[in-house]
């Protein structure tokens, strides 16, 4: 069974960082692409962004570019997002998710992150 | 960018009736490979978001066969043959094709 969980999320204040893992297991880790998707409270689905089997290859949305780092350990079948310069409008449910045929076809549940003074 | 539009953003229906959402791209979303790069999921009240469709009009493993895709290009549409309790959510489509990776607004589907 394909399982993906989600920590690492909680209270930073603006301008903080924080560090979100993905526990992947039930597949080859290393054989699909990994996705992180964001939902602020009450509002639509929003890709952060993607890296690909090996972590050679990241693109990511324009406004989290050049605070965010996504990174991935296959040995470990886990995947990160690392946040930086964190604003108020970055706090979301994070999901990390399988890439298969374009979609995002496993969800994690979840892990919320709140930026607030 | 791509901008993906659904329609409606809110859908009553009654049990056992079929529903509808339909979505548009700002670009085709028809790969050279042959390939729609639109997928279509279901976020029940509280819960992660499902795969339903992938790559325009396959469905999920698990996946009810009262739910289809169709479309191609621009315009794409969800159908549900007969709706279930089980069906309320948020509709969304996602398109892949390139980056950045977009969804439409979702479509809010409630039982009557």
């Known amino acids: 069974e394909v399982q993906l969980v989600e920590s690492g999320g909680g209270l930073v204040q603006p301008g903080g960082s924080l560090r979100l893992s993905c526990a992947a297991s039930g597949f080859t880790f290393g054989n699909y692409w990994m996705r992180w998707v964001r939902q602020a409270p009450g509002k639509g689905l929003e890709w952060v962004g993607s890296?690909?089997?090996?972590?050679?290859?990241?693109n990511y949305v324009d406004s989290v570019k050049g605070r965010f780092t996504i990174s991935r350990d296959n040995a470990n079948n886990s995947l990160f997002l690392q946040m930086s310069s964190l604003r108020v409008e970055d706090t979301a449910v994070y999901y990390c998710a399988r890439a298969s045929f374009g979609a995002a076809d496993f969800w994690g549940l979840g892990t919320l992150v709140t930026v607030s003074s | 960018d791509i901008v993906m539009t659904q329609s409606p953003l809110a859908l009553p229906v009654t049990p056992g009736e079929p529903a509808s959402i339909s979505c548009w791209s700002s670009q085709s979303l028809l790969h050279s490979n042959g390939n729609n790069y639109l997928a279509w999921y279901l976020q029940n009240p509280g819960q992660s978001p499902q795969l339903l469709i992938y790559?325009?009009?396959n469905r999920a493993s698990g996946v009810p066969d009262r739910f289809s895709g169709s479309g191609s290009g621009t315009d794409f549409t969800l159908k549900i043959s007969r709706v279930e309790a089980e069906d309320v959510g948020v509709y969304y489509c996602?398109?892949?094709?390139?980056?950045?990776?977009?969804f439409g607004q979702g479509t809010r589907l409630e039982i009557k």
């Open positions: 890296i690909n089997l090996d972590g050679s290859a990241k």
């Open positions: 996602m398109q892949a094709l390139q980056t950045p990776i977009t």
């Open positions: 790559l325009g009009s």
